[in-house]
């Protein structure tokens, strides 16, 4: 384990990222490996580690000053073993190599859990939608699209949306597509109804995490009833896990964005959250706004001076990191234990550093990663490519019925992995040794590709 990720180390130095992602499954693959020497032989650790194709490209636009601009572009194409390459576009000025790698790295056994055809990969830009007009982000995703398009396709790869990409830039981007294929094809998920989208699939990241979480809660003989949630972020993912923590009984008492969080003791209940969505969605305001409509909430400035995210220092029963990677420190996690947090539920990508999840699997609460409990949107993607290829949409409980189906099945393939490699209730280890194992067994089927 240790040669391998020395290896990664010394070829790719400066992506802290992508080996934080890849060491977390390494450790939780161990036993795996010395069951089936095979692996060990197949050099399966080289092969997965390494992405199948990674594309980076200019992309030159011009804003509406006449000025141009120039943003990088990334596809990392990781592995397609068990199906086209599947996962988002990032469009966020902390987008890199590393940080794409390591998205692409989890996307690849997220996929596998969800039981869909589709393999991993992960792409985007460091060029920032904030502030910038609709006709701004309309070039610059023509401009992406216009290298892009030449390396995906609907039996290749497939993007989604992910921070900063929304039906907005979506709908850009399949315009651009369309065109320079003259083709009308399931290409890209996340689209508008209108057009090829489907159902749920805006809902599906947030509801199924909180499906998630209601499994967990349900081997306790618990349920959301009552519970005092934290959620952090207030896009696409903390918009739809708080509408199903409220339709489940749970208070929901904070929101963030990267410049601060309210804290709202009232409870966040439907009329605010539509708020919230408006502001959002609409408006692409700032979250220091609910103040001024809510007096009743507190709002507070984020500070990178301090060690500690005060978002995560309220008395609660659950807490839903569904913003950004590593967004709970050591420190965060201690605060959520000493304010008798019993349920960490990841909505976001890898929110929680390494040190805050040993402290989280050390105090045995019930702690589900990212690649497990966010899982729901790929899946619900997976539906919208099988309904595009049969030119049919599915009502709207249909799709989430299989939502639910998909949610629970991820849940219990968790505890029986963990439990038959010795870490029963860890769903880490079960979420890691699961997804890579059915991943490296079909990479073996397939030869030395
Ligand atoms: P959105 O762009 O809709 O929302 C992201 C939210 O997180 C915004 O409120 C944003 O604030 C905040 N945020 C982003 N970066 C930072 C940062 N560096 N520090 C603090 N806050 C930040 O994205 P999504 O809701 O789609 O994605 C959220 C997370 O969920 C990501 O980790 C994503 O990879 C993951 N995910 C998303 C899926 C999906 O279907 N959308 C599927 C699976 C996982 P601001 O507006 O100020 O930038």
């Known amino acids: 384990m240790t040669d391998i990720l020395k290896l990664i180390k010394d070829k790719d130095p400066v992506e802290k990222e992508f080996h934080q992602a890849v060491e977390e499954v ?37 804003d509406d000053q006449g000025q141009v601009q120039v943003n990088r572009g990334f596809r990392i194409q990781m592995n397609s073993a068990i199906g086209p390459y599947k996962g988002g576009l990032r469009f966020h000025p902390s987008v890199t190599l590393s940080i794409l790698k390591f998205l692409a790295f989890e996307q690849v056994f997220k996929n596998a859990l969800t039981t869909l055809a ?18 701004e982000v309309m070039r610059f995703c023509q401009s992406f699209m216009t290298e892009l398009f030449r ?4 039996n290749t790869d497939v993007p989604a949306g992910d921070i900063g990409v929304g039906a907005r830039e979506i709908g850009y981007l399949f315009g651009t597509y369309k065109k320079l294929h003259n083709e009308f094809t399931g290409v890209l998920t996340g689209k508008s109804l209108g057009w090829g989208g489907s159902l749920i699939r805006p809902e599906a990241t947030g509801y199924g995490s909180v499906y998630f979480a209601a499994e967990m809660l349900a081997t306790k003989n618990e349920t959301l009833e009552g519970k005092t949630c934290l959620v952090s972020g207030a896009g696409n ?62 709002y507070t400035e984020a500070d990178s001076s301090l060690d500690h995210n005060p978002l995560w220092d309220h008395k609660a029963d659950c807490a839903f990191p ?40 050390d105090k045995k609460i019930l702690y589900a990663p990212g690649k497990a409990s966010n899982a729901g949107g790929v899946a619900v993607s997976g539906l919208e490519m099988a309904q595009n290829s049969m030119r049919l949409s599915w009502p709207a409980e ?23 490699y010795g870490t029963p209730g860890n769903y880490m280890a079960g979420a890691n040794i699961a997804g890579f194992t059915k991943v490296v067994n079909a990479m073996l089927d397939q030869g030395l590709v």
């Open 322 to 361: 569904s913003a950004t990677e590593n967004e709970i420190n050591q420190k965060d996690a201690t605060n959520l234990m000493n304010n008798g947090v019993k349920l960490v539920c990841e909505g976001a990508n890898m929110p929680s550093a390494p040190e805050a999840i040993n402290i989280f699997l």
């Open 151 to 154: 390396h995906i396709g609907p």
């Open 118 to 135: 589709m393999g991993g990969g992960k792409g985007g830009s460091d060029f920032d939608p904030k502030g910038k007009s609709d006709n």
């Open 26 to 62: 390494l450790v939780s693959v161990q036993p795996v490996l010395d069951r089936n020497p095979q692996y060990r032989q197949e050099a399966v650790l080289e092969r997965i580690t390494e992405p199948e194709r990674t594309i980076i490209f200019r992309v030159p636009w011009m």
């Open 237 to 298: 993912v903390s918009q739809y896990t708080v509408e199903k923590i409220i339709e489940l009984g749970g208070k929901v008492v904070t929101l963030s964005d990267s410049s601060g969080y309210i804290y709202d003791e009232e409870g966040i209940d439907s009329g605010k959250l539509d708020f919230v969505k408006r502001l959002k969605n609409i408006k692409r305001g700032r979250m220091h706004e609910y103040i001024d409509k809510y007096s009743e909430a507190v």
């Open 398 to 420: 249909e799709v989430d019925q299989r939502l639910k189906i998909i949610m629970k099945n991820i849940h219990q393939t968790c505890l029986d992995a963990a439990s038959e």
